[in-house]
Every structure is written in C-alpha cells, then in structure tokens.
C-alpha cells in the first residue's frame, strides 16, 4: 500500500503543476495580441491541458485505491476524509473548466482580462492548502 501511496503523490503532485501553470499561460493569452505569439501559447495550452489530464487519472485511480484499500471514510471522526473528497471534486471541476477555458480561447471567444485568469490561477493553491491541512491534521 506504500507504492500505492507514494504513487499517488507523485501523480497529486505533476497534476497540481499543471493546474498552476496553465491559469499562468491564459493570463498570457488574454493579454496576448500577436497572432503568432497567439498561436504559440495555444500549443502550449493544448500540450499541458493533455498532459495533465493524463496525470490526472491515475491521482484520481491510485487515491480511490487508498480510499478502498485503507477503508478511510467510514466511520466517525473521519470527517476530514469526506471534506478532503469535496475538495478533489472541486478541482476535477476546475480542471474541466480549464478545458473549456482552452476552447473558448482556441475558438477566439474569450471575453475575459487577464485579471480575471490572475484570480482564477489562485484557486488551486487554496485547495492545495486546505488538503494538505485536512490529510496531515485531520481536525474533525
């Protein structure tokens, strides 16, 4: 169950680089008013939106195999556990509305500044902070 632990990090880990770094490139892209500079931050937003999809998966996979495997969740005083499983839906919400973000962006229909993406790209990090306390202090 340790590798499956530790697997799990580092899957939880090269996920959250992309859901901190591609709010960074559309604050880019909003700002943006060169075509081929356009073009370019595209690519990168399609490259890194792919690749962290695919990192995604099995931090969700090898988190639900701790879930099962540990039988965390049940029971009282683990109430941590159920919050902490908000908080990973939340940015499985995030990340789709990233993606959505990215079409609107490769269909040139985006309508907001680049304030707007600077905000946005702070939402992870609090989630990231509120996991890390509820896994590692468990408060209720």
Not at 16 to 22: R, S
Not at 97 to 108: D, I, S, T
Request: contains cysteine; positive net charge; glycine residues 8%.
């Amino acid at each position: 169950m340790l590798w499956v632990k530790a697997l799990h990090i580092v899957f939880v880990v090269s996920w959250f680089a992309g859901l901190f770094y591609l709010p960074r490139i559309y604050v880019n892209l909003a700002m943006e008013t060169d075509a081929a500079s356009t073009q370019r931050l595209l690519l990168m937003a399609r490259k890194l939106f792919r690749f962290m999809t695919m990192l995604a998966v099995p931090a969700v996979v090898f988190g639900l195999w701790l879930y099962l495997g540990y039988g965390i969740g049940r029971g009282a005083g683990q109430g941590w556990m159920h919050a902490k499983l908000a908080l990973v839906l939340v940015l499985i919400g995030y990340h789709h509305g990233c993606g959505v973000l990215l079409r609107k962006f490769e269909a040139g229909r985006n309508t907001r500044s680049h304030k707007f993406y600077r905000w946005i790209n702070e939402l992870p990090v609090l989630v990231l902070l509120a996991v890390v306390i509820l896994v590692v202090v468990k408060p209720f």
